[in-house]
């Protein structure tokens, strides 16, 4: 999961306003949108519900990998519930996660903005495939990997253009390091790739509506 485990005080007030200002804005966005639905979809607000509850234990278990990475489940959201209710599922898990202490409560704006990137691009790859990949497991691995990734370089821009205040580390060491757990970071991505395909495709076969959008 490309997550910034950065505590309070590792961005400078300036860079934490931003961040929190432009998540509130697209948080904002997607309130106003599903208050405009002429029949709100019940269903899915149910499974969103599940969704968090899911995403914050699965974000807690760390799998046993360099200094420790965990999975997110962001990009499974996305196919699930859509981009719309998987932003404030995310933006839900993210409180959560800083209510014990998983990153500070000023990262949480900037977490919202990288996990919001990863929906939107699986979204985008498991919707935009559909004409041409009939087979849902294939849709969910390309759709969760390239989500994945792209949460990587949104990481490491908002890290890289915020600056981390305190450290000793210069800029090319900084970035260095950010290339290093970006890389890390991947390579757990084709794991939690390839079990977000069977999830779905599990789904598929019980419950074929949930996945057929």
């Known amino acids: 999961m490309a997550h910034i485990h950065l505590e309070d005080g590792a961005f400078s007030p300036f860079w934490v306003i931003v961040w929190w200002a432009v998540a509130l804005a697209i948080i904002g966005i997607a309130l106003f949108l599903i208050r405009n639905q002429r029949k709100p979809d019940n269903r899915r607000i149910t499974l969103a519900a599940f969704c968090v509850a899911a995403a914050f234990v699965i974000s807690q278990v760390e799998v046993p990998i360099a200094a420790g990475v965990h999975l997110s489940l962001t990009p499974l959201i996305a196919i699930l519930t859509g981009p719309v209710i998987g932003l404030l599922v995310v933006f839900i898990a993210n409180i959560l996660s800083a209510a014990i202490g998983h990153g500070g409560w000023g990262m949480i704006g900037a977490n919202t903005l990288v996990s919001l990137s990863e929906i939107l691009v699986a979204y985008a790859i498991w919707r935009g495939l559909k004409p041409f990949i009939e087979n849902v497991f294939a ?15 949104v990481m490491m821009g908002i890290i890289g253009l915020s600056g981390i205040q305190g450290s000793g580390l210069s800029m090319e060491q900084v970035i260095t390091s950010l290339f290093l757990i970006a890389s890390i970071n991947v390579a757990v991505a084709v794991i939690e790739a390839f079990l977000a395909g069977l999830v779905v495709l599990y ?9 057929d959008r």
């Open 139 to 153: 849709r969910a691995v390309a759709a969760t990997l390239s989500g994945l990734i792209i949460g990587n370089c």
């Open 203 to 211: 789904i598929g076969k019980m419950r074929p509506d949930l996945v």
